[in-house]
């Protein structure tokens, strides 16, 4: 089957659909018409806006400007990428030299798209209020997925699929306003879940290659507007997590590779330190040159300092790594420890007089509820010590499918301080947005939880209110509802934390 796609590429309309029971979106008759959007903070003064095309693009081009009717400023790059089981293929263009918070329109160049707008990123240091969204484990909606079944607005609403409405996505298009960033540490669209709609069966490889091409047109209304930051979880690795599929996994859809083709030229190397101390400033050069997105990396924004980190591979016994836990053979992405010497010269390099909150983002977490095969006891290993260490705030995971916020913890001990200025981490799972695999029952509930919910899907919106001040909402997805609200107060009286 997987000759079929050369075929495709080279066929003006191609139905939905027109390989036996695999759901794939119609080929446009212009093969240029950009399809799966997707916005990232690159610089402190730059954004990427990457996207997918049905033909291999000589050059990719996008047009810009302050104001829709005159994209005064273009910038291009060369070359598109693909892999072999895919019909689509990856460009990637950096604007730059951005006015930071600034509102830019911008097309990319075809014969079939439109302009749409986004928010330039907020420069290092700036002390505005700004909101920030976490959303993970995500997956398709509809028929290879699932179903669940007024106020002036400042900006336009995105047009989303009307079967998104009344979950997640459709959420995020209705409260365009109240956000500025969305991270996404790790599992989108749940491709490697194909084989639990039964007429896939057949048609593995075409049918996890079609929800991937769903999955990320219906995030593209979001991804297209905000800036989008992702990093990997263990849905991304492989064509299949059971064994005996695993092994029929073509090479195309093994070991990240999708995530890699649509995200390794989108997302930022770390950014050249924004303090004005020597150490610091060398502290994050190393980190940069260490970093390898879209697997690990950090960005600056506002009064955040934000980190994203890969759970899956690159630290000793990483599930989804080498003779890892979950078998999947995945990475490595970098020399052995390469992920751990950037975090710990990353986390050094944090001035909190400039970037004062410091949140870490990954996929799988180390303190959950329902017992203890929902955590990741070699992640708690590698990463915990270098978070208590250098003081990070607030730890963001998911892969548990609910909402949890647990008191500030580190070493299993709760920090006796609770959200008035605790030495320890606060953590959050924020893997309750939907997919195919439904939630997952909160289960039994450590001493160290605030709240657990999984009765419907939600997502949570980090508030960063000032400098010593972070709020944190989970939202219920179908109305909007604040399912739990908590602040967490640091003082940050110090520049570089040690402990």
């Known amino acids: 089957m997987v000759g079929s796609f050369s075929v495709l590429k080279s066929l003006p309309i191609v139905a939905a659909g027109a390989l036996a029971n695999v759901n794939y979106p119609p080929i446009p008759e212009d093969l240029t018409t950009p399809f799966q959007q997707r916005l990232a903070v690159y610089g402190p003064n730059a954004v990427s806006v990457g996207w997918n095309t049905y033909e291999q693009l000589n050059q990719s081009c996008v047009q810009y400007g302050t104001s829709s009717d005159n994209l005064s400023s273009k ?34 160049v075809s014969t079939n798209s439109s302009v749409d707008h986004f928010l330039s990123p907020r420069s290092a240091g700036d002390k505005t209020p700004f909101n920030l969204d976490v959303v993970i484990d995500l997956g398709v909606y509809g028929a290879d997925g699932f179903t669940a079944s007024s106020k002036k607005k400042k900006d336009s609403i995105p047009y989303v699929q009307p079967e998104l409405n009344h979950a997640t996505i459709g959420r995020l298009a209705q409260t365009v306003d109240d956000y500025e960033i969305v991270i996404h540490p790790g599992d989108f669209a749940y491709a490697d879940d194909w084989y639990l709609k039964f007429g896939n069966l057949l048609d593995g490889t075409e049918a996890y290659q079609s929800i991937l091409e769903q999955f990320y047109d219906q995030l593209a209304p979001i991804a297209g507007r905000k800036l989008y930051m992702a990093s990997p979880g263990n849905h991304e690795a492989d064509c299949s997590e059971i064994p005996y599929i695993l092994e029929l996994c073509p090479e195309g859809q093994k070991n990240f590779t999708d995530f890699l083709h649509r995200f390794d030229r989108t997302m930022p190397s770390p950014f050249a330190s924004s303090s004005s101390n020597a150490t610091a400033q060398s502290l994050a050069s190393q980190a940069k040159s260490l970093a390898v997105p879209p697997f690990w990396y950090s960005f600056e924004y506002g009064m955040a300092h934000i980190v994203m980190i890969n759970t899956e591979t690159d630290f000793p016994d990483a599930p989804d790594g080498k003779d890892g836990s ?148 989970f939202i219920r997805s179908s109305t909007g509802e604040v399912l739990d609200t908590s602040t967490l107060f640091k003082s940050h009286k110090d520049a570089f934390v040690s402990q």
């Open 75 to 108: 910038a291009c790059s060369t070359g598109s990428t693909t892999y072999s089981t895919s019909r689509t293929w990856a460009s990637a263009v950096v604007l730059s030299d951005l006015t930071p918070a600034t509102t830019y329109y911008y097309k990319i």
């Open 326 to 473: 979950a078998k999947l053979d995945g990475g490595p992405f970098g020399y052995p420890h390469q992920q751990l010497d950037f975090l710990k010269a990353d986390l050094a390099s944090v001035d909190r007089t400039v970037t004062p909150w410091l949140i870490v983002a990954g996929h799988r977490p180390w303190y959950s509820t329902g017992g203890s095969g929902n955590i990741c006891t070699p992640c708690q290993e590698a990463f915990e010590d270098l978070f208590y260490e250098y003081g990070v705030d607030l730890g963001v995971f998911g892969h548990v499918h609910n909402s949890q916020r647990f008191t500030p913890i580190y070493n299993n001990t709760i920090d006796p301080n609770g959200l008035k200025d605790p030495k320890a981490p606060m953590y959050i799972i924020a893997g309750g947005p939907g997919n195919i695999e439904g939630l997952l029952l909160v289960g039994t509930k450590p001493d160290y939880t605030e709240f657990a919910y999984a009765d419907d899907y939600s997502y949570a919106t980090l508030k960063l209110l000032d400098e010593q001040n972070l709020q944190v909402d």
